[in-house]
């Protein structure tokens, strides 16, 4: 259910509802909107009954979602979500395009300095890098953990970007959330509900990545998960699921983007390191993904791929970085989007 308060409706009016909401014995999401604020109504098995709110100070309608998910749909909420960084021009989400940059995986403080400083100056707003790695084989480079956090902050100090990297677990959630500025859950995650329901009361911003066979039911369902316990700054990012075809890693599914678009007012973003898996493909589909309407990309960039611990074959070597960011700014243009400057370096020194 959803209650949609008339665009003259006081804060106490809203107050009121959600009361009530509570005292019912369901939660109340109150999402303000440009118009009018909505306020959504989860928690509810059967259906709770409109007439109780219907005529309460400030009420305009009550109606019915009939879609699974109800905090991500556009019913909630006609207009899309920005998330905003505070003291930065950065966002994920509105008239810029987000990029996120960096490697696969921290490996040292050495490769994280020499990566952050080449796609900060390029232009990246965020530098990704994991510390915990949800690895295939139990034997290969499992990430720096707390470590590899640390390093991130020390990019963030120097250089300005902010942060993002993966929790794979509750534990490893606990750090993230101290450390970084945007909470990454991978696809082999994406349906880990536990986890989801952790980021969900995290105070950070959430990048949900599509799971590789998910559906767009699914995927939104998962991103329903963290809304519905209360951290409405989620973003999505499409990364390719597992199709028949051998060219390429994943199968990078664009047509996901207007898809959500027209059913979530939540913010998608593009991977198409994972989703193509080959670095002579990552350009091109970064091309095509700003003119799909994509939000923003997230991109690895390695300083010495060959020796790169995971996924050097889809890191891109940061003068091929470059020419990527030449390349997505003109066609972000073109679809009325700008790379905006984060703004100046917290700190500045020397690397
Ligand atoms: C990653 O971003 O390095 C990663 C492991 O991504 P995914 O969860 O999409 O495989
Ligand atoms: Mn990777």
């Given at each position: 259910m959803l209650v949609v308060m008339q665009a003259h409706a006081t804060e106490e009016?809203?107050?009121?509802?959600?009361?009530?909401?509570?005292?019912?014995?369901?939660?109340?999401?109150?999402?303000?909107?440009?118009q009018r604020t909505a306020i959504g109504i989860t928690g509810n098995q059967?259906?709770?009954?409109?007439?109780?709110l219907d005529e309460m100070p400030g009420v305009q309608e009550v109606i019915r979602v009939s879609k699974p998910y109800k905090l991500v749909s556009r019913d909630l909420k006609a207009e899309n979500t920005i998330i905003k960084f505070a003291g930065t021009h950065a966002t994920l989400g509105g008239e810029n395009f987000a990029i996120i940059a960096g490697p696969c995986a921290i490996e040292s403080r050495e490769q994280a300095m020499a990566v952050a400083e080449r796609v900060a100056k390029a232009g990246a707003q965020f530098f990704?890098?994991?510390?915990?790695?949800?690895?295939?084989?139990p034997?290969?480079?499992?990430?720096?953990?707390?470590?590899?956090?640390?390093?991130?902050?020390?990019?963030r100090e120097r250089f300005g970007v902010k942060i993002i990297t993966e929790a794979i677990d509750n534990e490893s959630l606990e750090l993230v959330e101290q450390y970084a500025d945007v909470i990454q859950i991978g696809a082999r995650n994406m349906q880990n509900f536990s986890l989801l329901k952790r980021a969900g009361r995290a105070r950070k911003p959430v990048l949900l990545k599509r799971g590789m066979s998910a559906t767009l039911e699914e995927f939104l369902m998962a991103a329903e998960y963290i809304m519905s316990e209360g951290n409405y700054n989620v973003v999505l990012c499409e990364r390719g699921v597992r199709t028949f075809a051998d060219h390429t890693r994943n199968t990078l599914d664009l047509s996901l983007i207007p898809a959500v678009q027209r059913?979530?007012?939540?913010?998608?973003?593009?991977?198409?390191?994972?989703?193509?898996?080959?670095r002579n493909k990552v350009t091109p589909m970064s091309?095509?993904?700003?003119?799909?309407?994509?939000?923003?990309?997230?991109?690895?960039?390695?300083?010495?791929?060959d020796k790169a611990l995971s996924d050097g074959m889809q890191s891109l070597y940061p003068e091929?970085?470059?020419?990527?960011m030449a390349q997505v700014r003109q066609i972000a243009a073109v679809v009325g989007r700008t790379i905006v400057e984060i703004g100046e370096p917290v700190a500045s020194g020397k690397v």
């Open positions: 009016h809203v107050r009121a509802v959600c009361e009530k909401i509570e005292a019912l014995g369901y939660r109340a999401h109150s999402i303000p909107g440009a059967g259906e709770v009954q409109p007439g109780t990704r890098g994991g510390a915990y790695k949800p690895r295939t084989s034997y290969t480079f499992q990430g720096l953990g707390e470590q590899g956090l640390q390093i991130m902050a020390e990019v059913l979530s007012h939540l913010p998608i973003i593009v991977d198409p390191s994972h989703g193509t898996g080959k091309r095509a993904a700003a003119a799909v309407g994509a939000d923003g990309l997230i991109i690895e960039v390695h300083n010495q791929p091929q970085f470059d020419e990527l």
